[in-house]
């Protein structure tokens, strides 16, 4: 119940302070886009620093991120890795979920960052609305992150990876850095409880041009679930 409570103070805090810092820092924001990621990379850290000591919850980042433009591909389970990934590179742009556009201050900050808003459930024009979005010179550079399942996936459940980051790859011609985590273990997906531990998230080696789409998604698929599975049993998390 502590932990609970705990949990329930540091949330409450988290998105109370999403809103001062994200409409405090806006009008600088909207002045120099370097105040964007100033602002994004500023609420980020403030979460991470306000879990470890309000609920126990440490951050670990392992691996190289890029600095370069480029596509990076990461195990998604809660929200806090998408903090944590958007902490560690410097121009971070999402594809994300249509519905968050219309979130206030979430939704602002991913339009200014460039990130992509998709409809969920119509493959086809997600596809056509992922590579209009990020061809259209209309969105900042940066590094652009897609989670190649669609979802969050709780630790130990398995769900299909999209063909989304494959068309990605082939088409903007950059390298992908897959990501794998271990967030899930103490950051659910739903629910309100944060659990003591480290949460790791692993930049691993990346995948450099030239493989065709089905080689590129066994791979990514391969590596990252691998991986991600390794980082979760070292944070405890038992496999049926």
Not at 67 to 96: C, G, N, R, W
Not at 168 to 193: D, H, K, M, S
């Amino acid at each position: 119940m502590f932990q609970w409570l705990r949990s329930l103070i540091f949330t409450v805090q988290m998105y109370l302070m999403m809103a001062v810092i994200g409409i405090g820092m806006l009008p600088l924001a909207l002045w120099k886009q370097k105040y964007v990621y100033l602002t994004v990379h500023t609420y980020c850290r403030w979460v991470m620093w306000t879990a470890g000591w309000m609920v126990g919850l440490k951050t670990e980042f392992r691996g190289k991120p890029p600095t370069e433009e480029a596509l990076v591909a990461a195990k998604h389970q809660s929200f806090l890795d998408v903090l944590m990934i958007a902490s560690q590179i410097p121009q971070p742009k999402y594809i994300m979920k249509s519905s968050l556009k219309h979130v206030p201050v979430l939704g602002w900050f991913g339009k200014l960052t460039g990130s992509v808003p998709v409809e969920r459930g119509k493959r086809a024009e997600a596809i056509k609305q992922m590579m209009d979005g990020v061809k259209s010179g209309k969105v900042p550079g940066g590094q652009l992150v897609i989670y190649p399942q669609g979802t969050r996936v709780a630790p130990g459940d398995h769900k299909p990876y999209k063909v989304g980051s494959a068309v990605l790859y082939t088409e903007l011609g950059q390298r992908c850095y897959p990501v794998a985590c271990n967030v899930g273990v103490f950051w659910p997906r739903y629910g309100i409880l944060k659990k003591p531990g480290t949460a790791v998230i692993e930049f691993l080696d990346p995948i450099e041009q030239g493989l065709e789409k089905n080689a590129f998604m066994s791979h990514l698929e391969d590596v990252v679930e691998t991986r991600s599975k390794e980082l979760m049993r070292d944070a405890g998390f038992k496999f049926d």
